[in-house]
């Protein structure tokens, strides 16, 4: 059964930087006809894609965050990652990572991250 | 940027009703890459539906979904207890992809 865990700080100081990372287990992350995303859900609100990534490294970005916006992948670690620079209190939410697939079709737990002095 | 509106934005049902949320969109969406997702209180999204009308795996069968182009449903035929939660829909034919409001289904 494939998993997806996300891990990183839980508190982020406004302008700096918010690292994650996507720790996939049950199947490779390097294998074909999969991208993996992250989507994130600031809190009592709707759900919003920041963008995707391949293994070999493409990338897709909402441009509504792309010049703050970074994903990476690791395939010897089996795990892919988020930048995002410049933080405000707006980019506090629940940040998910995804696997697409069939549509979004297995998601990590979450994980909440706040920006606040 | 392709824009969902669902409706309605809160449904108060009974178990055992027939359940109908509603997906629009701003523009056609290609090749039907439609999704429906279900949301409990402090957990992730299940996507329930992919391709406007499939059932992802484990899916129970009240669950149905419909439509192409612009108009999408889903339909809940006879709700259960654990069915009243928060559901998106969720384009991924064009990027952004981008994710409806939600619709709340409460209790009546």
């Known amino acids: 059964q494939l998993q997806l865990q996300e891990s990183g700080p839980g508190l982020v100081r406004p302008s700096e930087t918010l690292s994650l990372t996507c720790t996939v287990s049950?199947?490779?992350?390097?294998?074909?006809?999969?991208?993996w995303g992250w989507i994130r859900q600031p809190p009592g609100k709707g759900l919003e894609w920041i963008g995707n990534?391949?293994?070999?490294?493409?990338?897709y970005y909402n441009p509504s965050l792309k010049s703050r916006v970074t994903m990476s992948v690791d395939t010897s670690k089996n795990q892919f990652s988020l930048k995002l620079t410049s933080v405000t209190a707006a980019d506090t939410a629940v940040y998910y990572c995804?696997?697409?697939?069939?549509?979004?079709?297995?998601w990590g737990q979450g994980i909440l991250a706040s920006v606040s002095s | 940027e392709l824009v969902l509106t669902q409706s309605p934005g809160t449904l108060s049902l009974s178990p055992g009703e027939r359940a109908t949320l509603s997906c629009g969109a701003s523009?056609?969406?290609?090749?039907?890459?439609l999704a429906w997702y279900q949301q409990k209180p402090g957990q992730a999204p299940r996507l329930l539906i992919y391709?406007?009308?499939s059932r992802a795996t484990g899916i129970p069968d009240r669950f149905s979904g419909s439509g192409s182009g612009t108009d999408f449903t889903l339909t809940i035929s006879r709700l259960e207890p654990e069915d009243f939660a928060v559901y998106y829909c969720?384009?991924?034919?064009?990027?952004?992809?981008?994710f409806g409001q939600g619709t709340r289904l409460d209790v009546k």
């Open positions: 969720q384009q991924y034919g064009s990027s952004p992809y981008t």
């Open positions: 523009q056609s969406i290609s090749s039907s890459n």
């Open positions: 391709g406007a009308s």
């Open positions: 049950g199947g490779s992350i390097s294998r074909s006809s999969y991208y």
């Open positions: 990534i391949y293994y070999t490294g493409s990338t």
């Open positions: 995804a696997r697409q697939g069939l549509a979004l079709d297995y």
